[in-house]
């Protein structure tokens, strides 16, 4: 399965920005949505295709069409926000799942308070988007509960992943692949990503 990075350039040049302190709240959301659509494009690539009949004003024509159920995105909340809405602006017609972690600052364990998803997930293929794959508590955490809901076809989106994370994260679930746009070097005894940019939900919605 594997980790994927997406090295187009218009994405590491959107997130040199991104880490930058100077760089606005308005900014940094903004980006992010930005990046999204370039992490969505590249974790939707190999989506299935079947055809269906159209009639075009010129003639009927059998025209590619995406197979199967609608496809979930799963946001961990709240820092997932920022970039499940761009994700949703290229699959308007995704299902959504909210699943609520934070972080205990002392243990740096996820703790659940919020769970909602689409009932048949057996069913559909569900990505989960959460900015930062740091000690990847929160990343393993919630894709035990999509799997103990029924989830069993499974891809991860990030913007920036710690070596830490990406090992803890596929030693837990082998066989969800990781899209993300950079590694960065390691985690800090906070558990921040270094050199990362800081607290993604914090900058994406001004808080601190
Ligand atoms: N979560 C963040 O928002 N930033 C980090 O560096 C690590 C976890």
């Not at 594997?2 to 959301?29: N, Y």
């Not at 199967?68 to 949703?88: H, I, P």
């Not at 996820?110 to 929160?138: G, H, Q």
């Amino acid at each position: 399965m594997g980790v994927t990075v997406v090295d187009h350039p218009l994405v590491q040049h959107k997130l040199t920005i991104m880490r930058s302190k100077e760089t606005s709240t308005a900014s940094f959301r903004r980006l992010l949505r930005e990046i999204s659509l370039l992490l969505c494009y590249e974790v939707t690539r190999d989506l299935e295709l079947t055809t269906k009949t159209i009639d075009t004003p010129m003639q009927e024509m059998e025209a590619p069409t995406l197979e199967g159920k609608k496809l979930v995105f799963a946001s961990v909340l709240r820092a997932g926000n920022g970039l499940l809405d761009g994700m949703l602006d290229l699959v308007p017609a995704a299902r959504v799942a909210h699943v609520g972690l934070y972080r205990d600052h002392e243990t740096l364990e996820a703790v659940e308070y919020f769970f909602k998803a689409p009932s048949d997930l057996e069913n559909r293929l569900v990505i989960v988007v959460d900015p930062m794959l740091a000690t990847a508590n929160s990343a393993v955490a919630a894709i035990d509960k999509l799997k103990e809901r029924g989830a069993t076809n499974l891809r991860f989106v990030c913007l920036l992943a710690a070596p830490e994370g990406v090992e803890r994260f596929t030693k837990a679930h082998p066989d969800v692949p990781v899209f993300t746009a950079a590694i960065d070097e390691k985690l800090n005894e906070k558990g921040y990503i270094v050199p990362g940019l800081g607290d993604a939900g914090d900058r994406l919605y001004g808080t601190k």
